[in-house]
């Protein structure tokens, strides 16, 4: 009998340079039909610590790392999180992955500030989730209303000179150069002129869908989180944002002693391979 060791890519991360902490996995005002996390009915209150935050922070080589993102389920939910925004800006430039409910006027205004007292020049970048250009249809998948808010939260935005980048689940399958060039034209419809960089086009990743991956591809040349980025949870380090509750993409309890192997075994891993394209963090 023929026996056949199947083996999972391996991808070795040679240095940190996204940190990704999430939040709370549970705590979210949206219910979008897209979104990895399985959410509980109940309520809990799983918000990260921050002296876990402080810890983690002081362990990592600070000349390598480039952003903190701030992300889970609605990060900006935490109950510390202006604290948190103000420790993690001592390390780097910070990108909040928000669906923006929480962002108005006054809080654009205050986010600026907080951006002003920091003296290292990092800077904070905000990445809005709205996933089409149309309210009917963005609506249809993040619910009711969400359109508007998020509309709302980027005239805030832009009012205060941030320059927002709009994280675009193409849960459509549409054309990416139709979603750019309508969002752009949505944008310019409350003066917010963008360029390319102003949108972050992500592809619908499914749970239980595998692809098979026929081309071996150069670990040098891969886009994809776990290359260069772990994550940073209430229980332990994560390979990417779309495994913090999956073990097998766990790397170890802290930063002390975590893997910086991780194989690609899981569906989530079999899309994000094939799409070869960093779906939260930015090129760098």
Excluded: W
């Excluded at 810890?55 to 903190?68: F, G, H, P, T």
């Excluded at 609605?74 to 409910?101: G, Q, W």
């Excluded at 869908?209 to 290359?227: F, G, M, R, V």
Aim: hydrophobic content about 35%; proline content about 3%; some cysteine.
């Amino acid at each position: 009998m023929n026996k056949t060791i199947i083996k999972a890519p391996c991808v070795s991360m040679s240095k940190l340079e996204s940190l990704f902490i999430e939040m709370t996995s549970q705590n979210c005002n949206l219910r979008c039909k897209h979104c990895y996390i399985e959410f509980n009915d109940k309520k809990i209150k799983d918000f990260i610590p921050i002296e876990k935050i402080k810890q983690s922070l002081s362990l990592i080589e600070r000349k390598d790392l480039k952003y903190i993102h701030l992300t889970g389920a609605e990060p900006m939910l935490h109950p510390d999180f202006n604290h948190i925004l103000r420790l993690c800006l001592k390390y780097s430039s910070v990108i909040i992955h928000t669906n923006a409910l929480n962002i108005n006027d006054k809080k654009a205004r205050f986010l600026r500030k907080v951006e002003e007292e920091n003296n290292l020049g990092n800077e904070i970048i905000f990445m809005i989730s709205i996933d089409h250009y149309i309210e009917k249809e963005n609506d249809e998948i993040r619910g009711r209303g969400s359109y508007r808010k998020a509309i709302h939260a980027l005239q805030s935005l832009i009012k205060y000179d941030f320059n927002p980048i709009l994280a675009i689940v193409n849960h459509y399958s549409l054309p990416e150069d139709e979603l750019k060039s309508k969002f752009k034209e949505l944008c310019l419809s409350f003066n917010f002129e963008t360029t390319d960089i102003n949108f972050k086009i992500i592809p619908l990743m499914q749970k239980d869908k595998y692809i098979e991956i026929q081309d071996k591809k150069n670990s040098e040349n891969l886009h994809i989180e776990c290359a260069k980025s772990r994550t940073l949870t209430i229980n332990g380090v994560f390979s990417c944002p779309l495994l913090s509750s999956d073990n097998r993409g766990r790397c170890g309890s802290d930063f002390n002693d975590y893997s910086k192997t991780n194989y690609l075994e899981t569906p989530y891993c079999s899309q994000c391979l094939s799409h070869n394209k960093y779906l939260f963090s930015l090129e760098i």
